[in-house]
Every structure is written in C-alpha cells, then in structure tokens.
T-cell receptor
Framework: GDSVTQMEGPVTLSEEAFLTINCTYT??????LFWYVQYPGEGLQLLLK?????DKGSNKGFEATYRKETTSFHLEKGSVQVSDSAVYFC????????????FGKGTKLTVNP | EAQVTQNPRYLITVTGKKLTVTCSQN?????MSWYRQDPGLGLRQIYY???????DKGDVPEGYKVSRKEKRNFPLILESPSPNQTSLYFC?????????????FGPGTRLTVL
C-alpha cells in the first residue's frame, strides 16, 4: 500500500542552523507530495507541495524537490528561526479512490535561540 | 475569511455517551474528510465525502458515522464512544477530488473518553 516514512524526531537545532527532514514514500500510482506544518495548538497548514517529478516546492524559506528516482521529498531550510518550531508532516495524495492524504508520523522541530 | 471550523475544540466525555463533532467549511468545497491524529501514528483517515450524500469509509472507520446532507457540513458522530477513541480529530476540505488540490484543515477537536 501507499506509505510515507519520515525521519524520527524530535529534532533540536540552534537558530540559523541548516535543517533537513528526510521523507521517502511508497506509492502504487503517481502521487503528489506535500509538506504540512502544525504549530503548537493549531491545525495543519500546507507548507509546500510538488505535483510531478523534479518539481521544487518552496515557501517561507523551506524547499523540497520531488525525486522520483529515489522516491524522496526531503524538506530543507538554510537558516531556521525560533518561529519554525513545529511538527512537520510529509504526505502524499494519489488521484482516485478515497483521495486521502497519506501522512508520515511527523517530525517535531524545536529551534533554540 | 475562508476556513474550516470545528466544534467543540475540546471535549471530555464518558464511555457510551453519544456525541457529535461538527465541521463546516465556507469555501464551497466538494470534498471533505475526517482524520484522527495519534502519537506515533500520524494522521489517519476515518471517513470522506466526495459530495452531498456521498460518503465512504477511510482507513479507520470503526465506531464512527458521518453524514453529508449539505455541502458545507460534515459532522462526525460517535454513537457509543470508547476510550480508544480518545484522540485529536481534524476535519479537512478541498475543491473537487484531485491529487493537486490542497486540503484545508480545521483547528482540531481534542476528545477524551473516560
């Protein structure tokens, strides 16, 4: 079945450090890929997405590239801020059927000043 | 403001006492879905709806019911809640089913069943 595997957390970084959160997927079809962010006490917000191979999604300094050959969609940011502290979810969605989002388990990021 | 709203945000109840969590969206979206979020498991789909009067089971539908009588509303019903339904619940909606369409999430409902 379809699944998403993302690196286990928690991840703790100092402000201005480089961030990578790994995400790989298994899919029977051709998925669209997403990163969602959940700030403390809030719902999920779409951070970025990519809908086909080699697409790069970007937003708020975060980037992720859809790599079909490695079935990966790693999230990166060059210089994190305290305000980036949140839980990050990698997800895929395949057309047809339930149209559901299949989520990874989430990675909690804490950025210290 | 375009949004998905859920009520209540927090609920503590006892085993067997029927409850309903409401979900409403003001974006005229056809697709709506319920997820539950549990530590170490991420989010899992409970039920979804492609349009009015069209609903179907997700991955973890046991113990839940839904209805879609109007396009904007998609309530989640627990007829006889049990402690294993203690969880954080999210409603989501998107315009027409499709892999590229962003799903918009509500703020969540934290349910505790004693």
């Amino acid at each position: 079945g379809d699944s998403v595997t993302q690196m286990e957390g928690p991840v703790t970084l100092s402000e201005e450090a480089f961030l990578t959160i790994n995400c790989t997927y298994t899919a029977t079809g051709y998925p669209s890929l997403f990163w969602y962010v959940q700030y403390p006490g809030e719902g999920l917000q779409l951070l970025l997405k990519a809908t086909k191979a080699d697409d790069k999604g970007s937003n708020k300094g975060f980037e992720a590239t859809y790599r079909k050959e490695t079935t990966s969609f790693h999230l990166e940011k060059g210089s994190v801020q305290v305000s980036d502290s949140a839980v990050y979810f990698c997800a895929l969605r395949i057309q047809g059927g339930s149209e559901k989002l299949v989520f990874g388990k989430g990675t909690k990021l804490t950025v210290n000043p | 403001e375009a949004q998905v709203t859920q009520n209540p945000r927090y609920l503590i109840t006892v085993t067997g006492k029927k409850l309903t969590v409401t979900c409403s969206q003001n974006m005229n979206h056809e697709y709506m879905s319920w997820y539950r979020q549990d530590p170490g498991l991420g989010l899992r789909q409970i039920y979804y709806s492609m349009n009015v009067e069209v609903t179907d089971k997700g991955d973890v539908p046991e113990g839940y019911k839904v209805s879609r009588k109007e396009k904007r509303n998609f309530p989640l019903i627990l007829e006889s809640p049990s402690p294993n339904q203690t969880s954080l619940y999210f409603c989501a909606s998107s315009p027409l089913a499709g892999p590229n369409n962003e799903q918009f999430f509500g703020p969540g409902t934290r349910l505790t069943v004693l």
